[in-house]
């Protein structure tokens, strides 16, 4: 007996420690969470949206609203209204309440009935209630109708200036409706200008990257207006709001091509840019072994094709609008559109430096399309002479993916090199950078500097431990979240540190950090790591935070470059869904990763006489001999 009461009241005593835990520590480590879906503040009364139904919130935990927006005022000073409606755990915590997971509130509806509700908590409330509070934010302003002709192109239609018989149109207030509605559906003229007065709020308040190149935005979004007449068929105003986007040179800020329905027919090859040539290549192979290059296409230049498709990438770093533009001229059935083509089976002038033949050559499907490259999965290898072989398709986050790689460096830990190759990554999540780099360094490394773009009426105090970027693996130099020897590398580090674009730091969170430590599995072998232009944001921190490491030499070509954090906005009125970054993110040597990408320390161009051959691989196999 004596025996199950000391069980008992160690058992107690470990419930007691999570509970305090839960209640001191749990809302300063969780996502922000809300019951509100919508939130107003007017004079002091506050007024909800909980399961798409308005109502006045009278109180919470027995408090009255009085005493919660007293306290909140006298505690959290101009941060009160962020405090009710994002941080609501931590204000009852602080009010001495648990509330974690759901609330009680006293409501009153819309008949002036009292009741008292049970409500969850997530945070998908939170990302509902920003979008709400974000679509009644714009701007109010006298618009130019005096617009430059370098402007012009941005206003060019697909689907004309009338709407077509039987269009759909947007309801007033209805976005899950206008979400829905089709890419040729009409948005009425005053209809789009509220819309644009939302985005350009967006743009000005919550962007990280809208002063980063002097875009004259505004003058962009009178260029639109002015050219509205009547209205605009959606599809015409998400690519004009795309090719705006683009003069950013952000690459995640964007409105996806797959939502504007403009995949429709490609070219059947890809088009590369080799020894100044333009190069048709299907399948890692040679479109035409005796005609290799592509002088033009329906009598247009390939130079400028490539600047119609342009105009809906993002002028970021020169190898990042290469491969863009490329790939967008490839979607010819979407340029023919643009350029008023009649053909519907190009014809093609190809050389071979010195005769010439023209040919035509059919339009292929988005199916064929995807069956052009060659389909690749993460795997590794031994190689020959004991070298050890990793391929990594995408940056995964999975447990396996993570336990894969774990598994790999035991096998290769005798190995007497090791290839890591991400060439074509893309990107995804960072968990495997964490993963793999603390096998190649002896100490703390800094990978990744950044700073939130903050919007004071919608974002938490970043300074606290609650913040945004933790999601990007990403804390404050006081954070708790430090040991002793990662807060000395950061101390270390941030005495020689010089961003190269020094933004206005009234509009940013302080610096975040991003730190990877030593596993004590130290691999002290060479380490070549292959990239190309293919690998961006995720993949961009990866081969940022393997550079200048001892033993490892990063080998190919510059990556694209581009590192976000984006946010998904909406215009209400339209139903357009597009993204915008809001953090300023840095490589170690201070330049941004936007407008640069990652420099390898050796750099192996590609040569005609080298297409179907691994020469990059190659080369690091025969450096390790």
Do not use: C
Request: glycine share 6%; net charge positive; aromatic share 12%.
């Amino acid at each position: 007996m004596n025996k199950l009461k000391k069980t008992a009241l160690i058992l107690l005593g470990v419930l007691i420690i999570v509970a305090m835990y839960l209640f001191y520590a749990y809302p300063y480590v969780i996502t922000e969470k809300t019951p509100f879906t919508d939130i107003t503040f007017k004079n002091n009364k506050v007024f909800v949206e909980i399961d798409a139904k308005k109502y006045e919130l009278l109180g919470a935990e027995d408090q009255s609203i009085e005493k919660i927006q007293t306290f909140a005022k006298k505690k959290y000073a101009d941060k009160w209204q962020h405090r009710i409606s994002d941080d609501y755990i931590l204000l009852m915590k602080d009010m001495g309440h648990w509330a974690f997971f759901s609330t009680n509130l006293q409501l009153k509806d819309a008949q002036g009935n009292r009741i008292e509700k049970s409500v969850s908590l997530s945070e998908e409330n939170r990302v509902t209630k920003r979008q709400n509070v974000m679509s009644r934010q714009k701007v109010h302003r006298k618009y130019t109708t005096q617009i430059p002709d370098s402007l012009k192109y941005i206003t060019q239609r697909i689907d004309g200036y009338q709407p077509k018989e039987n269009t759909q149109k947007p309801i007033k207030g209805l976005f899950e409706y206008n979400f829905q509605l089709p890419m040729n559906s009409w948005i009425p003229k005053d209809f789009a200008i509220e819309d644009l007065e939302v985005f350009e709020y967006q743009l000005k308040n919550t962007y990280s990257y809208a002063n980063l190149k002097g875009v004259d935005y505004t003058l962009a979004i009178d260029a639109i207006i002015a050219d509205l007449q009547t209205g605009i068929s959606k599809r015409d105003l998400g690519i004009q709001i795309k090719r705006l986007l683009a003069l950013f040179g952000d690459g995640h800020s964007r409105i996806s091509r797959s939502s504007l329905k403009i995949d429709s027919l490609f070219l059947p090859f890809e088009i590369q840019e080799i020894d100044e040539k333009h190069i048709a290549v299907a399948k890692n192979k040679i479109f035409n072994k005796d005609y290799p290059e592509i002088l033009n296409i329906d009598g247009f230049s390939i130079t400028s094709l490539q600047a119609k498709a342009g105009e809906m990438v993002a002028k970021g770093s020169p190898q990042l609008y290469e491969r863009g533009s490329l790939t967008y001229l490839s979607y010819y059935g979407f340029l023919q559109n643009q350029l008023n083509i009649k053909n519907s089976i190009p014809k093609i002038q190809f050389t071979n430096g010195k005769d010439t033949i023209t040919t035509r050559v059919s339009l292929i499907g988005k199916k064929q399309r995807g069956e052009l490259a060659a389909r690749k999965e993460s795997h590794h290898k031994l190689l020959a002479n004991n070298i050890g072989y990793i391929y990594l398709h995408k940056m995964e986050e999975k447990e396996e993916y993570l336990k894969w790689l774990k598994n790999t460096m035991e096998e290769f830990k005798s190995t007497k090199a090791l290839i890591i190759d991400i060439r074509g990554n893309g990107g995804g999540s960072r968990k495997p950078i964490y993963t793999l780099l603390p096998y190649f360094i002896t100490s703390p490394k800094v990978i990744n500097i950044n700073a939130l773009r903050i919007n004071k009426n919608l974002d938490p105090n970043i300074d606290e431990p609650i913040g945004e970027l933790e999601k990007r693996m990403a804390y404050p130099e006081k954070s708790t979240h430090w040991t002793v020897q990662e807060h000395k590398a950061i101390t270390d580090f941030k005495n020689s540190f010089n961003p190269e674009w020094k933004f206005d730091k009234n509009k940013f969170s302080k610096w975040h950090y991003s730190v990877v430590s030593p596993n004590n599995k130290y691999y002290n072998k060479p380490v070549f790591v292959i990239m190309d232009g293919g690998n961006f944001s995720a993949s961009d921190i990866f081969l940022a935070a393997f550079k200048d490491s001892k033993n490892i030499t990063l080998i190919g070509q510059k990556s694209s470059g581009g590192s976000g954090f984006t946010g998904m906005n909406f215009l209400g009125n339209s139903g357009i869904m597009y993204l915008l970054s809001r953090m300023a993110s840095f490589q170690p040597n201070g330049r941004l990763y936007d407008g640069n990408g990652v420099i390898p320390d050796i750099e192996i161009k590609e040569k005609l006489n080298n297409i179907g051959k691994d020469i990059a691989l190659e080369e690091a196999i025969q450096m390790i001999k």
